[in-house]
């Protein structure tokens, strides 16, 4: 293990018990050591992601081996690497996503689980990155297939995944519509690049997909809200529509028309992230480097940046994600 020279100790932000925002709690916790394949992050920003706020609560433990605090993507420099790492040394800045751990000054990850920071970025641009462009690369691009020209239909616009969507699909030649909940959020889902964006509060979404598309309908449908919206989207989907859940902010029941499926060729399917291998990850990140990093090192894309909080008032992020207020990402400030 190459290093320079390290504290015993680190500062991080632990769950004291499953529980409200004010059960995140600064603790000194021993420095985590890289095993082999892996790096160890001087942290200088963490994302924070809807995963956190169910982790606090005790609704989405972590995998096994995985650190116990919360935190799935974080930016800053190597510290120190494990046996057998090839491509970073120390000093070099990196974005990457995390098993957990990155609510702390220092944090783990395998290797190939980390980018280059990309060019003019900094650490809180940086850290806002891997967890949301991981998963909509692989949902909507992988999984879902979008293609150029195809449209797309993004729930929950606003978020730090919706706002990822957009800019990521409309640079690569998708049409883009966007649901949010409020005028200010419609505003800025359109600013980003949706060719209609839809408030859910006062419009049909179906209707208005049918209106946008001649009546065609969305060929991919991202989907973080579930419940009602399941058979909606179904309504919505052109033939052949590919739709992909990632969560269910409101329940993952619901009742639905199944022949919708078969009578436009649909496909239903999802997929969560944190427990998939690092091999898997990996693979995405090989194609995030390819495909994305350009595009974020020339400014046609980047984080959309909502609001940066202390390391130390981790809950009042938590706070502000839970409100629904937020447009982008929330990002700790470690540094």
């Not at 095993?35 to 096994?64: C, H, M, S, T, W």
Request: charged share 20%; proline share 7%; aromatic share 6%.
């Amino acid at each position: 293990m190459e290093q320079n020279a390290l504290p015993e100790k680190m500062t991080a932000v632990a769950i004291s018990e499953p529980g409200g925002p004010m059960a995140l709690k600064p603790e000194e916790r021993p420095l985590p050591r890289p095993r082999a394949g892996e790096i160890l992050i001087k942290v200088r920003a963490a994302g924070v992601n809807r995963p956190d706020v169910f982790q606090r609560k005790g609704l989405y433990p972590p995998p096994p081996g995985a650190s116990d605090l919360p935190g799935l993507e974080a930016a800053g420099e190597v510290a120190a690497i494990g046996e057998g790492v090839k491509r970073w040394q120390v000093g070099d800045r990196v974005t990457a996503l995390t098993p957990g751990g990155g609510y702390a000054e220092y944090c783990l990850t395998h290797e190939t689980n980390a980018l280059p920071v990309p060019h003019g970025f900094t650490f809180t641009e940086a850290a806002a990155i891997p967890e949301t462009f991981f998963t909509v690369w692989h949902n909507v691009f992988q999984r879902g297939g979008l293609k150029e020209g195809e449209t797309l239909l993004v729930h929950g616009g606003s978020s730090g995944i919706g706002t990822t969507a957009i800019q990521l699909a409309a640079a690569l030649g998708a049409k883009v519509i966007a649901t949010a909940g409020t005028p200010e959020k419609c505003a800025a889902c359109a600013a980003l690049g949706a060719v209609r964006a839809i408030n859910y509060r006062e419009e049909d979404f179906v209707a208005a997909v049918e209106e946008e598309t001649g009546g065609n309908g969305a060929d991919v449908i991202l989907d973080m809200i579930g419940g009602e919206y399941i058979e909606r989207n179904y309504r919505a989907a052109a033939m052949d529509g590919r739709i992909v859940q990632i969560a269910f902010l409101k329940g993952s029941k619901a009742t639905a028309d199944f022949s919708l499926l078969m009578r436009k060729r649909l496909t239903h399917t999802g997929s969560t992230l944190r427990p998939r291998s690092v091999a898997f990850k990996a693979r995405i990140a090989t194609e995030l480097e390819a495909h994305v990093w350009p595009l974020l090192a020339a400014r046609k894309i980047a984080p959309v940046m909502d609001m940066i909080f202390p390391l130390n008032e981790a809950w009042r992020a938590h706070e502000r994600m839970e409100e629904g207020a937020h447009i982008g990402k929330i990002v700790l400030d470690v540094s």
